[in-house]
C-alpha cells in the first residue's frame, strides 16, 4: 500500500496536488478539514460542535479527528492506498494513525511536507475567501490563529516522522505542476 502523509500549513496546497495524486495513483483521498466541513453541512451533533472551534480557528479535538479517520480506513479495506490530508495535526494523532494502520497490517510509506512562507500563505487564503465560502478563510485574524495552531501543534508532527525516517519537504512555491514533479520524484522513491 501506498499511504501519503501530505503536510503543510493551512495554504500550502495540500488539497490541490491531492486531486493530482489520487488521479495518478488511485488512492483515496483523506481529507478531515473536508469531512468535517461534511458534518457540518449534514448538521450532525459533531458537526454543530466542530464549528465553533473551526470559524476561530482552533483545532477540532484529537479523538472526534481520530474516530472519523477509523471509520474511513474501514469503509475503505480493499484501497491502494490513502492520502492524509490536514491529518495528523498533532503528535497525539500521528500515534494513534501509526497504531490504526498498524492493526490493519500497514503502515505510513512517507510524509511530504510543503513548505511555502507565512506571508504567502495569508496572501493565499485570503483570496480563497474571496470565493470558497469558508469563514476561516476570510478573516485575517482566523487565518493567523490557524498559522499559529499549525506552529505550535502541528509542526512538531514533522520531528515524529522525522524520527522514523519517513520525512521529505519540498519547495511549495511554483507551478502546480512543478510541485507535483516534485512530490513524484519524493514518491519513486518508495
Ligand atoms: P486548512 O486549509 O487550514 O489546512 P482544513 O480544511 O484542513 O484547513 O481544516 C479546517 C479546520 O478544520 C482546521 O482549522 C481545524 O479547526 C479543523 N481540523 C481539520 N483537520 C483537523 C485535525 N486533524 N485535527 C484537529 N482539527 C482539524
Redo the contacts with the bound molecule.
Sequence with gaps: MLNLVLFGP??AG??TQSQNLIEKFGLIHL????L??GEISQGTKLGIE?KK??DE????P?EV?IGMISNKLDANKDARGFIF??????VA?AEALDNLLESKGSAISGMIALEVTDSELEQRLLKRGETSGRA?DANPEVIRK?IK?YNDKTAPVAGFYKKQDKFKSINGIGSIDEIFASINSVIEAY
Excluded: C, I, N, Y
Design positions: 493551512p495554504g495540500k488539497g481529507s478531515t478539514g473536508d468535517l466541513r466542530a472551534l473551526m480557528g482552533s483545532l477540532v484529537d479527528v490530508d490536514g491529518f495528523p495535526r498533532t494523532q476561516d490557524r495552531e
